[in-house]
């Protein structure tokens, strides 16, 4: 027998944090996260596709659609390992497409996706610490460049793609911006970050170059091609509703005073007055971004300087059968999403909540605040703890740990009823007519009558924390589970029945026989309890202490128990004994449900999968596993006609499946279910309702009555405007006929003037063309005798041309011969030269290298001992440091004793300010009685006690002000002890400035020198491109030359039979060409030799300018580098010095002591015998012992100076000789 098959018909439910969780497919379509998987939704038809994740999936985490609608990419978590997987949208149902993975990643989820313009490529960014940006060709599955992206602490990232370019990726995290740019195999960063880091928790592309970028602390920065263009700073709004009544409360405030506010609402307003920017997303006019929980900001795009203005604000609308609806409309906004034709606006909330608002309504009406409507329906934002259905209706009710009831209608997928409570629900049940349910609270058991548009609670019963309760099928009983305890209720006169003991642990599920004679219960110490109402006691048991049972369903003969719990298996008891144990296979089974046929068992788990198996029970894997909730199923339920199977979850969402057959086709019943539509309605509401429309008919009635009115008078007003109009058009139309006639008559006029005018002028053409023809005759018979005198001088002009052509080509030659030996000279004196000079280089190159390494030994021993020496010093500032923390901790604890009585005292100033609050109330009504009768003496009664309210509480602040004095001078003192120690500091890093300064000036010589190098480079290439072009400019008018001659030559071919044209015809071409090109080239050839010979004097002297000015900085720099050397080497001398002096006085104390230590031995011996005079001489003989040793280190200090002085003025002496090349000069040995 094969397994029944599901298919998801709606799905409710919203995942919340998964980046970029809502896109439009289409301007109809929706996709969003829900459940395992993400969920297709048409707002009009409101038909749901859902598509699953890959297996064991735990849920997406961020997901993008390509720029085309055809692909979608998912990040997800299967068996604790990231997997990116793209599927095909456009095939019915979705189909994966491909799997991305690489084992050189870290094992870390994807948390922010990206498509490419083209669809081609995929990036992919992990949150930090250890953040990475990948770079995919997904079609292929080949991993194209990856880079890490580092970031301190874990924070929110985006990655997105440039909306015209495949290469270029921009990513945004805590403390940076960074835009990549993929060239070969490597993804390169092309913008520097400036300014201080900043936490950007969103961007979008508005444009190709520009990116508009959301901070924490409310800041919109825009960046264009990585630098920063324009940027502004949000404040927190609030909803105009708050605003309203943060007035009234203000004038209250000011009646009774400043510090009447509470302490917790203070923090709140500081709390929600921090704005940031959760979301930005752009479109065709700017952008939209959310800045304070709960609103949306639209910004146009001005020619100001501004950039961007803000255009209106769209608030979520405040929720009327909410607890708190002020906090319902205080959602923030995590993601906001523009349809295709940029019609509706969808965004995302943290609470799991979709919205949606039509942008046609900013168009038509131009207001500046406009609310949100649910995109659907209010979803559940927490675990669902409740389910179950009626026969009656085709609904079912839910309650979750968001403190909300909701009644859904399976048959429509619509939400029919919604109620949200101040307490927490754990379980629900429906009565089988559907008008009332039960409510286990976590303070009582609610029975609520389900009416019209609300849900009224008809009676309380004190059972706390109630888990479980269940109408019976006939609807006259209820059970409810109080403890360990059962208790059975009539739902009729509400009275206890029956209380059933005998559960030791827990009770998860209280499941009915379908005649109400008998109930099963299970428990959380492995008890499965059948009991008998009719006789009120426990008719079988079957406990297996290993097992925690979380869910059990009975049979519709109440045979055969199904159970589940811990033990990964799915049992089938019956006559209070295990018959069968289904394995799960890896897996937790948390919830189970039966048809009413008895042949179909449906399983939870978990993983949020749900299996479908036929009764018997397989023992192997022969059952249907699908893909649904992201989290553990807590209930599930088949519908009474087996049609449909209901399911919810710990993340939220509610899945409604249709049950098939093997075929795929739904499983056809004998009878067709018949719902009753009754619904309740409370008397009091029907009442306000007639009235409401007794109201409103009148209302309209008055309204029709005046628009009568109106209509007549604005027909009266129109029939006298038509009226004026004809006229006016009847006068304007005669006056037009009138001025056309004159018109016409004139038009005629000169149509005849025209054609008079016509016949003169060709007359007077014929005769000019008669006169131009018998000149053009004389000039022509002009101009041949003129052709033949110029004939006769050009054959004189090319004899005589000839001659000196031939005196031309032999000067030439000449010429040429005597230049190409003189430059051959030239060029060996050069050779000869460079060789030399290269010679000298390579042995000045020795000995600076050579110099160098001595440098680096000397510099390595003194690095040697300058460590040691402050490892000493850091190890003595570790002790005190260590002495400061144990002061310091003793101060906090007397800090936060100070504290505790602070806020003792709060405590009480806040009560006496209640005390005088009631107080000050009895004095008004005591004051209205008296003004009644003596006005003018309570006036000043009442200034006389003010005056001392106002003196008494000045009286206690002063006292509070004078403790804060003395904490606070307390606390002066401490800093001005810290500034002395800071200031120690700060002058030592002054004096690290200094030297930096020091090497900052040599590396700006450097680069002048530098500068001058690539000057000399910039002029070498302005000649050889002046050369280039004079060069070309030969070539064209040589070409022109050619083409000419070419054709003069075509024209005298064709004389080739007449031999004396065709002699003439060469003459011509001979003195037109040959001799034209020798004189043009001899001028050539003397203007170019001229020109290289000042060009190259000129590189020869910049050349020489150069060098000099490259002398000189050498010499600076050399002379620089000497200074310093010098100054540190003086420094050392003083610190050897002091080291020095110390050590004498060390010596010295020694020598004391010691010979103290001789003298009282020579007392103890002599005491006896030797007078008390001598033993006072010898202090005396010390201190001159001292003042000989005092003077002998000075003489020896002096010796040390004059010998350090020689050797600074020989080291001179060596430099002023041969400067180094480096800068850098060796040590002095002292």
Known sequence: MSP??????????????????????????????????????????KWHKFVPGTEKSRGVRALAVSPNRRYLAVSETVAEQPVLTVYELSSEPARRRRTLTAAELPAREAASLAFSPDCRYLAAATAPPKGHLTYWLWEKQRLMATVRVEAPGSSVCQVSFSPQDNAQVCITGNGFFKLFKYSEGTLKQINLQKGEPQNYLCHAWLSEKEVICGTDTG??????????????????????????????????????????????????????????????????????????????????????????????????????????????????????????????????????????????????????????????????????????????????????????????????????LYKEYREEAYTVSLHPN??????????????????????????????????????????????????????????????????LKGHSGEIHAVKWSTDDAKFVSCDTRGAVYEWNLLIDKRESECVLKSCIYSSIALSSDAKIVFAVGSDQTLKEISEASIQHEVPAFGVVYTAVAVSRSGHMVFVGTSLGTIRAMKYPLPLTKDFNEYQAHAGAVTKMSVTNDDRFLLTASEDGSIFIWKVCD???????????????????????????????????????????????YQLRLKDMYCNEKIKEIEENFTQEISSLKTKHQILQAEREKQELQHQFQLSELMNKQAREVQQLESDSNQKLLMENEKYQELQVKSQMMQEEYEKQLHNLEESKSRAVKELTEYYEEKLNEKSVLLEEAEEDMRQQLKAHEEIKKQIEEDEDQEILE?????????????????????????????????QKELKERNKNIEEMRQEHQKLQGIIK????????????????????????KHIYDLKKRNQELEKLKFVLDYRIEEFKKEIESRENVIKTMKEQIREMEGELERFHKESTQLKLNTTQLQQKLKATYGEMHRERQKKQNMETLITRFKADLHNCVGFIQDSKKMKDGIRELYTKYVQQSDMVETEAVDTDLQQEYMRQREYLERNLAALK????????????????????????????????????????????????????????????TAPSSELVSSPADLRLNAEKESEKIIEMQQLEIQYLRDQIQEKEQVLAVQPLLDGNLPKLNL
């Not at 920063?228 to 405030?253: C, M």
């Not at 034709?341 to 919205?355: A, D, F, P, R």
């Not at 900013?362 to 703890?385: C, G, Q, R, V």
Request: aromatic share 8%; with cysteine; hydrophobic share 40%.
């Open 434 to 499: 559907g008008l009332f349910c039960l409510v286990g609270f976590s303070d009582k058991l609610r029975f609520i009558s389900l009416l019209y548009e609300d849900m009224h609670v008809f009676k309380e019963f004190a059972v706390r924390k109630c888990r479980e309760c269940s109408f019976s099928n006939r609807g006259h009983l209820f059970a409810a589970v109080n403890g360990n305890v059962i208790q059975i209720y009539s739902s009729i006169t509400f009275e206890n029945i029956n209380n």
């Open 1109 to 1168: 000015k490259k002398v000189m900085k050498d010499q600076e720099i050399h002379q620089a580098a000497y200074m310093r050397i010098v100054q540190e080497n003086v420094s050392l001398i003083k610190e050897i010095n002091d080291l020095r002096q110390e050590l004498k006085v060390a010596h010295t104390q020694v020598h004391d002591f010691q010979s103290a230590l001789r003298l009282t031995k020579k007392r103890k011996a002599i005491q006896d």
């Open 925 to 948: 009504l005591l004051e209205k009685d008296i003004l009644a009768l003596k006005t003018e003496i309570q006036q000043g009664a009442d200034t006389i006690q003010d005056k001392e």
């Open 662 to 708: 093997k075929g795929g086709g739904v499983l056809k019943w004998e009878k067709k279910a018949e719902y009753a539509e009754e619904v309740l309605i409370m008397r009091s509401d029907i009442e306000e309702k007639s009235q409401e429309m007794l109201d409103l008919q009148i209302r309209v009635k008055e309204l029709q009555a005046e628009n009568d």
């Open 219 to 416: 800041k919109l920065t825009l960046f264009e091609t990585g630098e920063l263009h324009w940027e502004t700073s949000l404040e927190h709004k609030k909803a105009p509703r708050e605003l309203e009544e943060d007035a009234t409360t203000k004038e209250y405030e000011s009646s009774f005073g400043v510090s009447c506010g509470l302490a917790s609402e203070d923090n709140r307003s500081q709390q929600d007055s921090m704005p940031q920017i959760s979301a930005v997303a752009a479109y065709s006019k700017g952008f939209a971004c959310s800045s304070s929980p709960g609103v949306v900001l639209l910004f146009e795009k001005t020619k100001d300087k501004e950039v961007y203005k803000e255009s209106q604000e769209i608030w979520l609308p405040q929720d009327l059968f909410s607890s708190e609806p002020k906090q319902s409309g205080r959602q923030d906004i995590i993601c906001i999403c523009f349809s295709p034709s940029e019609e509706t606006i969808v965004v995302n909330t943290n609470k799991n909540q979709l919205y949606m608002f039509a942008m046609l309504s900013t168009d038509l009406m131009k207001e500046k605040i406009a609310y949100f409507a649910y995109l659907n329906f209010p979803l559940h934002s927490a675990s669902i703890t409740g389910l179950d259905i009626c026969i009656w209706k085709p609904i079912f009710a839910t309650c979750s740990l968001d403190r909300s009831v909701r009644i859904w209608n399976y048959k429509t997928n619509t939400l029919e």
């Open 4 to 45: 029944p098959a599901a298919e998801p018909v709606a799905v409710f439910g919203c995942r919340p944090r998964v980046a970029g969780g809502v896109c439009f497919l289409e301007d109809q379509v929706v996709l969003h996260a829900a459940g395992a998987g993400c969920l297709r939704l048409h707002l009009e038809q």
């Open 866 to 898: 300058i460590k040691i020496k402050y490892e000493r010093w850091l190890v003595e500032e570790k002790e005190s440091n260590l002495q400061l923390k144990g002061e310091i901790g003793v101060m906090n604890k007397r800090l936060n004793s100070l």
